[in-house]
């Protein structure tokens, strides 16, 4: 019996209800914890968590896509756009530079609507940098204000570092 998980495959349900889902088990988990074990180091070691996890699902969105440049990074979008998830407007898309912004974010609206914007922060909003790390460790990501932090917009900005490395992935 191998010790490998399967692909997953859960972003066919949509990464917003993909989310929701996560944050309603989630949430409750970490507050008892955190009630246990203490609530600032439960909640550093889950944020470490997404951070591996986003990275793991890098890698592998890259296998998917076939390839690990920022086209194939800005084709992926659709996986976080799905049902409106996610209003974009995109400000520069060339080989180097893929920015954008967000107009509407249902993630926040969704985390807020739960009472969790805190942790909306930690399990979405973290991943965003770190999630392409995995897909290719040469993209450069800068974002400086969030829907989910107060701001009327998110700024999105991943750029090829000067050494890139990208590669056809099969």
Same mark, same amino acid.
């Given at each position: 019996m191998?010790d490998?998980p399967?692909?997953d495959t859960l972003?066919? #349900?949509? +990464?917003?209800? $993909? !989310?929701?889902?996560?944050a309603?088990? @989630?949430?409750?988990? &970490?507050?008892? /914890?955190?009630?246990?074990f203490?609530?600032? !180091? @439960?909640y550093?070691?889950?944020?470490?968590? #997404? +951070?591996?996890?986003?990275?793991?699902?890098?890698a592998?969105?890259a296998?998917? %896509? *076939?390839?690990?440049? /920022? =086209?194939?990074?800005?084709s992926?979008?659709?996986n976080?756009?799905k049902g *409106? =998830?996610?209003?974009?407007e995109? #400000?520069e898309?060339?080989?180097? +530079?893929?920015a954008?912004?967000v107009? $509407?974010? !249902?993630y926040?609206? %969704?985390y807020r609507d739960?009472? &969790?914007a805190?942790?909306?922060? =930690? &399990?979405?909003c973290? !991943?965003?940098?770190?999630?392409?790390?995995?897909?290719?460790?040469?993209?450069?990501?800068? $974002?400086?204000?969030?829907?989910m932090?107060?701001?009327d917009?998110?700024?999105?900005?991943?750029r090829?570092?000067?050494?890139?490395?990208?590669?056809?992935?099969?």
């Amino acid at each position: 019996m191998s010790d490998q998980p399967k692909p997953d495959t859960l972003n066919e #349900v949509g +990464v917003l209800k $993909r !989310r929701e889902i996560e944050a309603r088990i @989630v949430a409750p988990l &970490l507050e008892r /914890l955190g009630q246990e074990f203490g609530e600032e !180091r @439960v909640y550093e070691l889950a944020r470490e968590v #997404v +951070v591996e996890v986003a990275q793991a699902q890098g890698a592998e969105l890259a296998g998917h %896509m *076939g390839g690990n440049d /920022l =086209a194939h990074f800005a084709s992926s979008m659709d996986n976080w756009t799905k049902g *409106g =998830a996610l209003e974009i407007e995109v #400000v520069e898309q060339t080989d180097e +530079v893929f920015a954008f912004n967000v107009m $509407r974010c !249902r993630y926040a609206e %969704m985390y807020r609507d739960l009472g &969790l914007a805190d942790l909306g922060a =930690a &399990l979405s909003c973290n !991943r965003d940098g770190t999630m392409v790390e995995g897909f290719n460790s040469n993209i450069e990501f800068t $974002r400086t204000q969030t829907i989910m932090s107060g701001a009327d917009h998110c700024d999105f900005e991943y750029r090829i570092g000067e050494s890139e490395t990208s590669v056809e992935l099969s």
